[in-house]
């Protein structure tokens, strides 16, 4: 029988190659898009890759996109991997003493509410699955041990919004897991690395399909796989 995943924010980008990926090991993905024409480049361009794709509108921070998009994807009578991708870095993200309340505001309407509100939507379907998946896409810029340490990198990033809405998703992750601990549902984040994207910058050295591994081990996982961490490419990440 095979497996179906809906990969959110899946038109470009890091959801993109999720969303190849996880077609080419022989799943059906439903490859969510706010715009759905966008989406359906998207399509094309995997279909013609010989993969078993849908597109599927899929705005996370609207209700009734959600509720339209939980209709459809019943038709299958259940969901086996659920990978909350679809993020934003909002324009004007900035450090703790420069942000504005706005801009802070979208950041976690987008990365953390709208999470929420897809894997409550999509929950009913995931524990029909039996052994579902839950991946929620995370980052080092979450990572209180590597943005408190003066050394990293990581310390020099001042998107509070970004960086802030991430660290709230890690506890989504953990509260979640803690939640659906013995029902066979696995949840985990993945930290993708900074990846050639347009939310990563096109200079970055990783490319989108090393981005998108991590997140396709974890939807893949086998029942005895770990739940409620975040995992990078080298191995578990620090809180």
Same mark, same amino acid.
């Given at each position: ?36 024409r ?56 900035? $450090?703790?003493?420069r942000?504005? @309340?706005e ?11 709208g ?11 995931l524990e ?35 960086n ?12 979640? @897991? ?8 696995l ?24 981005g ?10 086998? $029942? $005895? ?6 995992y990078?490419? @080298? ?5």
């Amino acid at each position: 029988m095979t497996k179906i995943a809906l990969v959110t924010g899946a038109n470009k980008g890091i959801g993109k190659e999720i969303a190849r990926q996880l077609g080419e090991r022989g799943f059906r993905v439903l490859v969510g898009s706010r715009d759905l024409r966008r989406g359906e480049v998207a399509v094309r361009e995997l279909v013609a890759e010989g993969l078993d794709v849908v597109g599927l509108q899929l705005d996370v921070t609207d209700p009734v996109s959600v509720r339209a998009a939980v209709e459809r994807v019943s038709a299958y009578g259940r969901l086996d991997v659920l990978v909350n991708n679809a993020a934003i870095i909002p324009e004007g993200d900035d $450090a703790v003493t420069r942000i504005g @309340a706005e801009v802070l505001r979208s950041a976690f309407e987008t990365n953390v509410v709208g999470l929420v509100a897809v894997t409550q939507a999509f929950l009913p379907l995931l524990e029909k699955a039996g052994q579902a998946r839950i991946v929620n896409l995370s980052t080092s810029l979450a990572s209180f041990a590597q943005v408190g340490d003066p050394e990293s990198r990581m310390s020099t990033v001042l998107t509070l919004g970004y960086n802030a809405s991430k660290a709230a998703v890690n506890m989504v992750t953990v509260m979640l @897991a803690n939640e659906l601990r013995g029902t066979g549902i696995l949840v985990n984040a993945a930290d993708p690395g900074n990846c050639a994207t347009d939310m990563g910058g096109w200079t970055a050295q990783r490319t989108p399909a090393q981005g998108a591994a991590v997140a396709v081990e974890l939807a893949t996982l086998n $029942a $005895a796989g770990p739940t409620g961490h975040v995992y990078a490419a @080298a191995g578990r990440l620090p809180w």
